[in-house]
């Protein structure tokens, strides 16, 4: 049984076609890198793949169940989504920090989050931070941190890398390597050839919304 499994699935936008009959199976900790040309509709894809939006024809499947069997806001505690331009919200880093919590009605884990931002090569002294203070990698780590405070089965991103500088993103590599090695299922949008095929088992290739080719690595 596969994970995560688009049948047939397409996608249309103002009568545009983003993507067609688009049919994948993603398989428990997968590390999938997606790669093609800019517009080529690969964060319409992870969009889907984290029910941001609907499909226009065809099924996607959780755990062999239908995407519209989940409450949304359930079904994204599952599945995260980390865009290319991270959000962070509010005033401070705990408020962020706090937010998964909140929503959870569960008191803040100190002994997790302190163990991400060390992960992340960062203190909780962050904590006390103003977030309009922080450079672009920092942000970009603290979006992290906050999607992973309870882990998801599914790790969705967007490009996540490609504003950071060498330190940064070596990282957030590895990082994500080791989420993987635990068990985490990766999806992972890059432009980046050696990036692509760093750590990941499957290289998805989308062009003109549609896949051209679907390879294994290793």
């Given at each position: 049984?596969?994970l995560?499994?688009?049948?047939?699935?397409?996608?249309n936008?103002e009568?545009?076609?983003?993507l067609?009959?688009?049919?994948?199976?993603i398989?428990e900790?997968?590390f999938?890198?997606?790669?093609?040309?800019?517009?080529?509709?690969?964060?319409?894809?992870?969009?889907?793949?984290?029910?941001?939006?609907?499909?226009?024809?065809?099924g996607?499947?959780?755990?062999?169940?239908?995407f519209?069997?989940y409450?949304p806001?359930?079904?994204?505690k599952?599945?995260?989504?980390?865009?290319?331009?991270?959000?962070?919200f509010?005033?401070?880093?705990?408020?962020?920090?706090?937010?998964?919590?909140?929503?959870?009605?569960?008191?803040?884990?100190?002994?997790?989050?302190?163990?991400?931002?060390s992960?992340?090569?960062?203190?909780?002294?962050?904590l006390?931070?103003?977030?309009?203070?922080?450079?672009g990698?920092?942000?970009?780590?603290?979006?992290?941190?906050r999607?992973?405070l309870?882990?998801?089965?599914i790790?969705?991103?967007?490009?996540?890398?490609?504003?950071?500088d060498v330190?940064n993103?070596?990282i957030?590599?590895?990082?994500?390597?080791t989420?993987?090695?635990?068990?985490m299922?990766?999806?992972?949008?890059t432009?980046?050839?050696?990036?692509?095929?760093?750590?990941?088992?499957?290289?998805?290739s989308?062009?003109?919304?549609?896949?051209?080719?679907?390879?294994?690595?290793?």
């Open positions: 049984m596969s995560l499994e688009f049948q047939n699935v397409s996608f936008n009568g545009k076609s983003i067609n009959d688009i049919s994948v199976q398989e900790n997968d999938i890198s997606i790669v093609g040309p800019s517009g080529s509709g690969k964060s319409t894809f992870l969009k889907l793949c984290s029910y941001l939006i609907s499909p226009t024809k065809g996607i499947l959780f755990k062999n169940k239908n519209t069997s409450e806001t359930e079904l994204r599952n599945i995260s989504y980390c865009f290319q331009t991270p959000y962070l509010g005033d401070t880093v705990m408020e962020n920090i706090n937010f998964p919590f909140s929503i959870r009605n569960r008191n803040p884990d100190q002994k997790r989050i302190t163990a991400l931002f992960m992340f090569h960062m203190t909780t002294a962050y006390n931070k103003d977030v309009r203070n922080l450079s990698g920092e942000k970009q780590r603290i979006a992290l941190i999607s992973l309870f882990k998801p089965e790790l969705l991103l967007d490009e996540i890398t490609s504003a950071l330190t993103t070596n957030v590599e590895a990082v994500i390597n989420l993987n090695k635990e068990g299922t990766i999806l992972w949008v432009h980046n050839p050696e990036q692509s095929r760093k750590y990941a088992n499957k290289l998805l989308i062009a003109d919304g549609e896949i051209k080719s679907w390879e294994v690595i290793k």
